[in-house]
Structures are given as structure tokens and as C-alpha cells.
């Protein structure tokens, strides 16, 4: 699957550190190998180090046992939190700005993988002797259940502009990013009703031919 991959990226590695046991090194890293890909600097950054210390056996299993921690954690952060945020925060930005939503959509989670791939590799030479316990954070725990809280807004603000169909995205936008506010708060009965005497404020003004800024 990846296996290929990764050792065209670990090769000019072992050709630098295994010397005469270059042919050997590359035999054992021709097997299986198969992570989430944005995870896969960690792995290699481990491998590297052991590999130049001349503990072949132990990088292999390294590799071995970080395919599957490092392969959930990377589809929980970057398939189910960081590209469905990135989506609807550009969807919420196309409202406003149609041009600007690829734009950011491209910036942010480009910005935020590649980084993220390069620490990686770092990360995992430097806890080459405890793998496993030096990628227990390396998406940030904080960071990740911030984008989570996000994503609860950004598509009821989404939602709420296409159900309604308004010409006046802004206004969804307040309300939802105060009911958002609201709710982080834990004030979870005023927040319910004020988000419906507002929700019921707004229909009233709008009245109901509203439609969404392209809908012609």
C-alpha cells in the first residue's frame, strides 16, 4: 500500500547511515506499510533515528506498532475534524465572498498539514526511544476539540442560510455565532431561547421571499 513510499522517502537516509549494510537495511523496509499519510513523517522520523544508531530490528518494529495508533489518530484529526471545518468555514465564507472560499479553504488545511508534517518528522527522531509516548499529543488535544466546537455553528449557520434562503448572511451569522458563545458558556436554557426569539425576530423582518446570494 505505502510501503513503496516510504521507503523511497527513508532511502537517502540508509544510503548516508547503514554503509555496508545498505542491501540489508533496504530488505527490511520493503515490507508493509500502511498509516494515515499526514502521519507518516512521525514514523519515518523514528525509523531514521533508530536506523543510524544501528537498530534495524528495532525500527521495523517501530514501524510495525506505530501504523495503527498513528493511523486512527491521523483519520480522527485531519478526515474528521480539520477537512469538515475547513469545508464549512469556506462554504459559511462563500455567502460573503464567493472568490475568497477555495482561497482560504487552500490556505488553511495546506498550512496546517504541511506544518504539521514537518514537526512530525522532527517529533519522532527526537522520541525514537518512546515512540508511542511522544505521539500522544502531537495534534494537540486543545486545538482539536476547538475545531470540533466549530464545526456545530459554522453548519448550523450554513443550514439556516440555505432553509431560509436570505440575502442577509450577516444576520444568520451574529446569531449563530452568539448562540455558539452561549452555549460554550454552558448557559444552555437562555441560549435555546434566546436563539428562538431571535431566530422567530429575524423570519419576522425578512419575511418570507429570502434567498440565498446565487440562487439568481
Not at 544510503?15 to 515490507?31: E, M, N, T
Not at 489518530?73 to 471545518?85: E, I, K, N, R
Not at 514537526?119 to 470540533?148: C, I, Q, W
Request: glycine content about 10%.
Amino acid at each position: 500500500m505505502q510501503g513503496l513510499g516510504f521507503f523511497y522517502a527513508l532511502l537517502p537516509w540508509l544510503r548516508k547511515v547503514s554503509g555496508d549494510g545498505f542491501k540489508d537495511a533496504c530488505h527490511r523496509h520493503l515490507g508493509y506499510f500502511n498509516t494515515n499519510p499526514y502521519m507518516s513523517p512521525y514514523v519515518l522520523g523514528v525509523v531514521s533515528r533508530l536506523e543510524e544508531e544501528g537498530k534495524g530490528e528495532e525500527s521495523v518494529k517501530a514501524r510495525n506498532s506505530l501504523m495503527g495508533p498513528l493511523g486512527a489518530m491521523g483519520d480522527s484529526y485531519y478526515w474528521a475534524t480539520l477537512l469538515p471545518v475547513t469545508v464549512l468555514l469556506s462554504i459559511a465564507l462563500s455567502f460573503f465572498w464567493m472568490a475568497a472560499a477555495p482561497v482560504v479553504f487552500l490556505l488553511i488545511y495546506n498550512t496546517v498539514h504541511l506544518r504539521n508534517r514537518w514537526t512530525y518528522l522532527n517529533r519522532g527522531y527526537l522520541n525514537a526511544h518512546s515512540p508511542l509516548e511522544g505521539a500522544s499529543d502531537l495534534n494537540g488535544k486543545v486545538f482539536s476539540r476547538n475545531m470540533e466546537r466549530m464545526a456545530t455553528p459554522l453548519l448550523g449557520f450554513i443550514l439556516g442560510v440555505a432553509a431560509f434562503g436570505t440575502r442577509t448572511p450577516g444576520i444568520s451569522f451574529i446569531i449563530f455565532g452568539v448562540a455558539f458563545v452561549m452555549f460554550r458558556r454552558q448557559w444552555r436554557v437562555p441560549a435555546i431561547f434566546a436563539l428562538l426569539v431571535t431566530l422567530g425576530t429575524l423570519l419576522g423582518f425578512l419575511g418570507t421571499n429570502m434567498r440565498i446570494p446565487w440562487s439568481g
